[in-house]
Structures are given as C-alpha cells and as structure tokens.
C-alpha cells in the first residue's frame, strides 16, 4: 500500500558490528522503493530506546528502488549490536503496489502506521498491530572470522506456529540460547529459513526446499551449517510421494549445500498421528525416510528430533505435554526438546565437497 511505513521487531542471535539489512522484492511485480528505512532497540512495543534509531543508507543514498524478484543490502551501520536483542526497523514505502513480499506466521507483533514515521522513536504514530513482517528479509552483522551460522531450513514447525508470541521460543531461537556460550562449537549466528506449509519437492504457499535453497539459505553471508528439518507436508498431501522421492530431494539439497562448501545435518521428520491428513502409509514412509536419515550416510550428523518428541507409549503420536492439539505442531516445551535434541559439536562438521 502507497505511502504505509512498517516498524518490524526481530530477535538478533549473534552480536557483532556494521550491521546490515537485506530488504526483498521477490514476489513483487513492479519495482519497490524506500525513501526511509531506520533501525533502533525496542523498548517496548513500538516504542524505541531514546537514541538508538538511524538512518540505514543503501549505496550511500537513503533512497532505494528493488527490481521485481530482486533484494538490497544496505550499507553497514557503525556500532555494535549485542546478541539477542529485539532490533527494530522501520521502513517506508511511497508506492509500495501489488503482491508484497513477507512472512506471514512471524510469531512476533510489528506495527503499522501510514505516512513516514520511521525517525520517530516513540510508540504514538504507530497504532496497528501485524504478526506478519514485510520486505526485511535478513539482519546481518559482522562476527570474528571463527564464528559461523547455522540456517535451519524447514516449514511451520520451524517458522514456530504455536510457539508463544513474542517470547521467541521457537526451536531456532532456543538452538540460539544454547550456542551463545557454547565451547562444543564456534558457530553463534541461527538463520530462521521455516515457512508455513513448505515442501522438499513440490511447491505450493511458497517456493519448494528446493527451489528456495539458493535463495533462503546459500545466500546469507557466514554460513557454516544447514539443518534439514522438511518433509512432512510432502507426506501429508497424499500426492504419492515415496521414500525414495523424498531421499532424493535430501540428496540434492545435500549435494548442493556441500558444494558451497557448508556442512548439512538432517533432522528426522516428527509424528503427526491424529492430524487429519495422517493415514498408515505415509506413516510407513515417514518410518522408511527416518531410517534412510539415521543410517544412510547422506548427512554430516543427523538430529532426531522424531526421538525428541515421539510419545514413549504411541511412538507414531507426539508426547502429549509437546503436542499443541492438533497432533503436528508443538508447544514451548516440544520445541525445546528438539532445540536440546541437536548435538553442538556436530555443527562444526567437516563440509563441502570429499568431506
């Protein structure tokens, strides 16, 4: 919408210096300008820490145009952002139109407000609420050369649905808590890749894993390890996907991920008996896949999360204190059992090609 300005909420994992933002017209089908984009600390809600709101320059302009399906970085801002802080940026559209890019299921409320109020560090302009973000698609900043990242490429369970709202439980974010004063790894920064209702193979409301890899995850800067947590919306579409389907779509995320010379670790795919997509032969290929991702050699280490979370009486349901009531999301607490369910150590991997 012309003229509507965003003030988007996101939780930093690592801390680091000249920061940056990368703002997306993926989907757009027009070019997309910003005359204003700010970054602060939020006090509360929409409200700023006195001070800490600046300007963001791209190329030493304050103006940026993004062509249809491209992105913009913008110039690296001096200081320091400490790890885990809920960073703020505000940005404005003069003539944002048509299909906007974002993120539906944040997990987090943002705020709106139309007209430029993207300086102003007080809550007073901006009067509605979003759980969505818009056009911010990444926050970067710059680490000591030993300290890498993990991206966790995933669908809704790793997008957080269900876990409680702005409280940043979902299992990246408590994966984030553990590595911060890990000694089992140097990697420190999570990339949060998960969205709503994605597939390895087929696309659907977004882009395929494997359409969206370059994209989503090749891309960010200080990669060091991919975490594969996918599969369970291409079982519970009865499209007939097989075990060696879903095997192959793993081998050629492996595959590419290695040469770009990152680590891969596989998670196994988690129950969702009592979902009512669930019958007993894609229950038989969820057990077939999750053997191949144990055993099977593809992955530098794998997670498994199905043992994290399976209930001890019905091994093909979730535990009922993780479940959230509809048998395939999780509560706080399941998404901290597979947070804690990932090895730190096996994020250090050897990768890319003859690893």
Same mark, same amino acid.
């Given at each position: 919408?012309?003229?509507?300005?965003?003030?988007?909420?996101?939780?930093?994992?690592?801390?680091?210096?000249?920061?940056?933002?990368?703002?997306?017209?993926?989907?757009?089908?027009?070019?997309?300008?910003?005359?204003?984009?700010?970054?602060?600390?939020?006090?509360?809600?929409?409200?700023?820490?006195?001070?800490?709101?600046?300007?963001?320059?791209?190329?030493?302009?304050?103006?940026?145009?993004?062509?249809?399906?491209?992105?913009?970085?913008?110039?690296?801002?001096?200081?320091?952002?400490?790890?885990?802080?809920?960073?703020?940026?505000?940005?404005?559209?003069?003539?944002?139109?048509?299909?906007?890019?974002?993120?539906?299921?944040?997990?987090?409320?943002?705020?709106?407000?139309?007209?430029?109020?993207?300086?102003?560090?007080?809550?007073?302009?901006?009067?509605?609420?979003?759980?969505?973000?818009?056009?911010?698609?990444?926050?970067?900043?710059?680490?000591?050369?030993?300290?890498?990242?993990?991206?966790?490429?995933?669908?809704?369970?790793?997008?957080?649905?269900?876990?409680?709202?702005?409280?940043?439980?979902?299992?990246?974010?408590?994966?984030?808590?553990?590595?911060?004063?890990?000694?089992?790894?140097?990697?420190?920064?999570?990339?949060?890749?998960?969205?709503?209702? !994605?597939?390895?193979?087929?696309? =659907?409301?977004?882009?395929? %894993?494997?359409?969206?890899? $370059? +994209?989503? #995850?090749? *891309?960010?800067?200080?990669?060091?390890?991919?975490?594969?947590?996918?599969?369970?919306?291409?079982?519970?579409?009865?499209?007939?996907?097989?075990?060696?389907?879903?095997?192959?779509?793993?081998?050629?995320?492996?595959?590419?991920?290695?040469?770009?010379?990152?680590?891969?670790?596989?998670?196994?795919?988690?129950?969702?008996?009592?979902?009512?997509?669930?019958?007993?032969?894609?229950?038989?290929?969820?057990?077939?896949? !999750?053997?191949?991702?144990?055993? =099977?050699?593809?992955?530098? %280490?794998?997670?498994?999360? $199905? +043992?994290? #979370?399976? *209930?001890?009486?019905?091994?093909?349901?979730?535990?009922?204190?993780?479940?959230?009531?509809?048998?395939?999301?999780?509560?706080?607490?399941?998404?901290?059992?597979?947070?804690?369910?990932?090895?730190?150590?096996?994020?250090?991997?050897?990768?890319?090609?003859?690893?």
């Amino acid at each position: 919408m012309p003229d509507r300005a965003y003030r988007l909420v996101v939780h930093t994992s690592v801390g680091g210096d000249r920061m940056r933002v990368r703002l997306s017209n993926a989907f757009g089908d027009r070019p997309l300008t910003f005359d204003s984009v700010y970054a602060g600390v939020q006090r509360q809600g929409a409200a700023l820490v006195p001070g800490s709101n600046r300007r963001l320059t791209f190329d030493g302009r304050t103006t940026v145009t993004i062509p249809p399906g491209g992105t913009a970085y913008s110039d690296p801002l001096p200081g320091r952002v400490r790890a885990r802080t809920n960073l703020v940026v505000s940005l404005h559209s003069p003539d944002a139109a048509g299909p906007a890019t974002g993120h539906r299921l944040a997990m987090q409320t943002s705020y709106l407000t139309q007209g430029d109020h993207t300086a102003d560090e007080t809550a007073a302009p901006w009067t509605r609420t979003t759980t969505s973000w818009f056009y911010l698609d990444a926050v970067t900043v710059r680490t000591p050369a030993r300290t890498g990242a993990v991206v966790a490429l995933g669908d809704s369970i790793t997008d957080g649905w269900e876990s409680t709202t702005d409280l940043n439980r979902r299992w990246p974010d408590q994966l984030s808590r553990r590595l911060q004063h890990s000694r089992a790894t140097t990697v420190r920064g999570v990339a949060n890749a998960g969205i709503s209702a !994605n597939k390895v193979l087929a696309d =659907g409301a977004s882009p395929s %894993a494997l359409n969206r890899l $370059d +994209r989503d #995850v090749l *891309s960010h800067p200080g990669v060091r390890t991919v975490l594969v947590f996918e599969g369970v919306n291409d079982l519970k579409a009865r499209t007939g996907v097989t075990a060696q389907d879903l095997i192959d779509g793993y081998r050629e995320i492996a595959d590419r991920v290695h040469a770009a010379g990152h680590c891969v670790v596989g998670a196994t795919i988690a129950p969702f008996k009592g979902w009512p997509e669930w019958d007993p032969a894609a229950e038989a290929v969820r057990q077939e896949v !999750n053997a191949f991702i144990r055993t =099977g050699g593809l992955f530098d %280490a794998v997670a498994d999360f $199905d +043992r994290a #979370v399976r *209930s001890p009486d019905d091994p093909e349901s979730i535990r009922p204190a993780y479940d959230n009531g509809d048998h395939l999301h999780f509560t706080d607490a399941g998404m901290r059992a597979m947070a804690d369910e990932v090895r730190l150590k096996d994020l250090e991997c050897a990768s890319g090609p003859g690893r």
